[in-house]
């Protein structure tokens, strides 16, 4: 299994605002087309004002051909425009994250 971590600074006073358009909005449509989200979180010490979003996928294939899949879905391209109108994201970083051969098995 693979790991997405994908890690969003937003300018100062807009965190809150994304998150709650994407619990509202966004959320379901993921997991609809990514199936394996494994966890949400926010900073609260070191880089502030940052939401990383981890997926598990079997492997980078599966990961390409789900996310195509969504990126191709008419809900989700609303969604995403709907989301740069607010101008709340300054940066976007992705890593691909693989585990060792001694890391627990991943849900």
């Not at 087309?33 to 990383?52: A, K």
């Not at 391209?77 to 991943?106: C, D, H, V």
């Amino acid at each position: 299994m693979f790991v997405e971590q994908r890690t969003y600074t937003f300018r100062p006073g807009t965190m809150a605002r994304w998150l709650k358009k994407y619990e509202a909005d966004g959320l379901d449509l993921q997991k609809k087309h990514l199936g394996r989200p494994l966890g949400f979180f926010t900073t609260e010490f070191g880089n502030l004002h940052q939401v990383i979003l981890m997926w598990g996928f079997d492997s980078l294939d599966d990961r390409d051909r789900r996310r195509a899949a969504m990126n191709a879905d008419p809900a989700w391209q609303k969604y995403m425009s709907e989301i740069w109108e607010m101008g709340a994201i300054e940066t976007q970083e992705n890593r691909i994250l693989k585990p060792t051969a001694f890391s627990p098995p991943l849900p």
